[in-house]
């Protein structure tokens, strides 16, 4: 009998490489890993050779960095996504995309389960499974992390280490690292370790060396630079003229951002499971496409539409966050997002400097801004009667003066 196959989401780190040697012993497997590229650059140097030598039967590294910037961080930029008003969602925004290609994989391949290496305290283990279930949801999936024979097993990390020592399988860990890390095309996040006291500092100078996107604001370039992005219904075309795909945008403007200390982050943040957590972010080209987007629907889109869709960012961010990128509800509030970007189109110019994103001019074909009407000087196309706001304050003014009146009364 054919022995089954197991598909498991793979970084080469000490997790994944214990995770894929004790899930080829326990459940007597064949084990093909899967390492998306997204953009982790360096840290998929040597990946198949390790997961081959570490027991995989197959292995797969796609890149994917075009389509996570395509279909994934554009369109949740379109959205304005923003979770708890600071974070841009750079990890959420790329757990439904490895996974999707996960089960891909494993309906190719003929696996019938897929492992991940999440614990059970954190929010990826929910996005990896949410999205299995919303494309594959006849699949298995192995979470080691809860299971109770794993952890009885793996108490610590001194006893993955030894694991690893007494199989041969290489890591280049020998001690609890500061901090733990996750680099992808939009972010990179810094999270446990000496970051889980609120209190340190980790802008302070001694903690220069974490960040690995940004040179820290104090030390950027003390002459500022400016940047001309370009839009077509909401998405970014082109930079300083030039037109550029998706993966070019993001790549570029990390570039910039980084060299002008753009795009830091250090919050406590809500996790979906109930705890709060404390996260560090790099994201400098982000922060950049956030700001530009912006302040190009300042300019093109309707009042009532922007406020429509403002009032579902927080819906929309937390369905990111925790997981329910192909859930219907956030599939639907997509169709609107995308109808409110049809005029969401020309140019804005922005002034990089020390870690700030300043508005230095907007421009569009389609504008909805009039100058003659908007001007405190006299306006010659009479469009605008100032007169006409006595009778559209009183007509708002008189609930006010009601419940005023009602008010008063019941004192007396």
């Known amino acids: 009998m054919a022995k089954q196959k197991i598909v498991l989401a793979y970084s080469g780190g000490l997790d994944t490489s214990i995770i894929l040697k004790w899930l080829k012993e326990t459940y007597d497997a064949e084990i093909i890993a899967f390492t998306a590229d997204i953009g982790q650059k360096e840290e998929l140097d040597g990946l198949e050779e390790k997961a081959l030598n570490t027991g995989a039967s197959k292995v797969y590294i796609d890149d994917l960095r075009e389509e996570f910037a395509r279909d994934f961080i554009y369109p949740m930029f379109q959205a304005g996504a923003l979770y708890e008003g600071q974070y841009l969602l750079g990890t959420s925004i790329a757990r439904p995309l490895i996974a999707k290609r996960m089960v891909e994989i494993a309906r190719a391949e003929g696996a019938t389960a897929i492992a991940h290496g999440a614990t ?24 080691p992390w809860r299971l109770e024979q794993f952890r009885e097993q793996f108490p610590g990390r001194a006893e993955m280490i030894a694991y690893a020592e007494k199989h041969g399988i290489p890591v280049t860990a020998s001690a609890a690292k500061p ?7 939009l972010h990179i996040s810094y999270e446990s370790g000496v970051l889980e006291d609120p209190w340190f500092d980790a802008s302070a100078p001694e903690n220069k060396d974490m960040y690995l996107l940004s040179v820290d604001p104090e030390d950027a370039p003390d002459q500022a630079e400016y940047v001309e992005l370009e839009f077509e219904q909401g998405n970014c075309v082109a930079m300083n003229g030039e037109r550029m795909i998706p993966l070019q945008v993001m790549e570029k403007l990390n570039e910039l951002g980084g060299k002008h200390g753009i795009g830091r982050v250090d919050m406590v943040e809500n996790r979906f499971v109930g705890m709060k957590s404390r996260g560090v972010y790099e994201t400098p080209g982000g922060a950049i496409l956030f700001s530009a987007h912006r302040k190009m629907e300042s300019l093109t889109m309707d009042r009532e539409v922007m406020h429509l869709r403002d009032s579902l960012i927080s819906r929309y961010s937390s369905l990111v966050y925790n997981g329910f990128w192909f859930a219907p509800e956030r599939l639907a509030l997509q169709a609107l997002v995308s109808e409110s970007q049809k005029n969401v189109s020309g140019t804005v110019r922005l002034k990089l400097y020390k870690g700030n994103v300043i508005a230095a001019g907007v421009k569009s074909p389609v504008s909805l801004y009039n100058p003659h009407i908007a001007t405190m000087e006299a306006d010659p196309t009479q469009a605008y009667n100032q007169g006409d706001a006595t009778g559209f304050i009183r007509l708002n003014a008189l609930r006010l003066r009601v419940a005023s009146g009602v008010e008063q009364n019941a004192a007396k």
């Open 120 to 143: 059970g305290k954190g929010n990826d283990q929910i996005r990896f499974e949410l999205t299995a279930a919303a494309l594959t949801p006849e699949i298995e999936v192995i979470a």
């Open 179 to 185: 901090y733990s890390m996750d680099r992808n095309l």
